[in-house]
Every structure is written in structure tokens, then in C-alpha cells.
């Protein structure tokens, strides 16, 4: 029963994280992309200042600062600020499918630089998912959007990000890094806003309004992923994440008129397959490997 709970609430989280994308593409068409990120880190960095404050964490611990630490938080306002970016000029459905890689580009990055053994079978179904996305972002053609670049520059960020949130010291509370991380983002938002030469604009009632549901539903998004990954199995839960792509592409359709084709369609069936496929391979290694690790 409580994998049933995992997977409802996986699912839950998926959605509030569509939602926040929903939000951050719709304030982008009037507010530079650097302001929003600004309000995003302020308000989704408080919450989390709340929450580790109220466990008892200090958020300035010495092991929350060091140098590979800092190298992780860069990583990850490099990836907002190109995902962001790409939202804001891409549709919604596209940005969301070629983003289904991270799970590819961490498994190679593992093998690369973690030393984890991966064998033939998964480096086939990386260059499967690659595939994918050769078919949404279709280089050299009419329909090809360097925009949608961005997107992969995001997924390179997010996965160095996720490779070295694995050799953190664990002493550091996961409330804690999520408020370093968003942090990040008060001082990522207004170099890119100089950067781009953006003007700052006046907040309205609705703006206010949509940036509030933007950092509400990313901050219940991110709390239902750890509640949902504690209470089931990860082998059972952890595949629901790929129902993201669904919300993401019924969001695009409904909120901005998007209509994905078949090529795009096929090229996310190919990612979320080979992700899938991955996901599973390494469990059954993990299975069996593990009677001889007792």
C-alpha cells in the first residue's frame, strides 16, 4: 500500500512541477526570465530557510559551503537559467521531453566520471534516447529551433549537478542544499537580467499572483518527490517521474495552443522507452549484486 502512496503522490509532484513551468512560461512573455528567477530563488529559498530552520539545521554549516558544494550550486542556477531561458522560447512539451534525458546523461556521466560499471545494454539504450532527441530538435532541417540547445545545456548542468550531489557529505540536510540552490538564483537572476540588458518590471496583482503559484507548486513538487521516494520502493516509484512529459504536453496544449508532432511524439517515446529500459536494467543489477554484497 504505501508504494500505491509513493506513486499517487510521485505523481502529485510531477504535476505541481508542470504547473511551475506552466507559470514560469506564462510571466516570461511580459517579465524578463532573470526577474523571475530572482522572485523564484527569494520565495522558494525562504520556504526552505523556514523548513531546515524549524528541523534545527544550520544553514550556514561549514560542510553546506565547501568547495565541491559550491561548484554543485552553480551547477544548479546554470541549469534554472537555461531551462528557464528555454521555456520562455521553446514550447512547453518540447522542453519537457528532451528534458526526460537527465536520467540517460547522469547513468553516462556515472560511468565516465563515478567509475560505475555500465554495460552494453545501457550505453545502447543512452544512444537510443539520443536518438529521441535528434527527432524533437531535428538539426539541420526547416524545423529545427537553436533554442531548444538549450535545453540540453540545462539537462548537462542538472546531471553535473545530481553527480556531485552524490559525493556531498551526508551530514548536510537536503532542506539546507535546497535553500543554497535556490539562493543561487537571487544572484543568478540579475546577472542575466545585465547580461541580456533587461529592463526590471513593475510587478502586477497577476503577475504576484502567478509567481506565488509558480513557487508554491515547485516547493510542494520537491517535497512530494523525497515524501514519495521515503515511503515506496524506487524501483516502483521512481519510473512514475516520466508522467511529467504527459502533464507537460496536455499543459501545452490547453494553456498555449501547442500541438505536438508525430516526429516530437516519436522522439519522446524513444527517451522515456530508454529511460525506462536504464531504470530497470540497473535494479536488476542492484538485485543481483546484492546477496553478495551481505
Known sequence: ?????????LVAAMLGFTLEDMFIKSLSVTIPVGQILMALG?????????LA?????NLFAPAAWSPRMLLRT???AGGAVLFATALSRVDLSTVAA??????LVITLGAALFLSEQVGWRRLTAILVGFTGVLLIIRPGTDAFDPNALLVLGAVLAVA???LITRTIDASVSSFVVSFQSFASLVLAGPLLMLFNTADYTELTTSHLTMMAGAVAFGAAGYWGVVTALRLGEASVVAPFRYSRLLFS?????????ERPDLPTMLGATLIIGSGLFTFMREHRLAKATAPAQA
Open 1 to 9: 500500500m504505501q508504494n500505491v502512496h509513493g506513486i499517487l503522490i
Open 42 to 50: 527569494l520565495g522558494s529559498g525562504a520556504v526552505f530557510a523556514v
Open 53 to 57: 530552520i524549524m528541523r534545527g539545521d
Open 74 to 76: 552553480s551547477c544548479e
Open 98 to 103: 528532451v528534458f526526460q534525458t537527465l536520467p
Open 160 to 162: 553535473i549537478r545530481d
Open 249 to 257: 504536453i496536455l499543459v501545452g496544449m490547453v494553456a498555449f495552443g
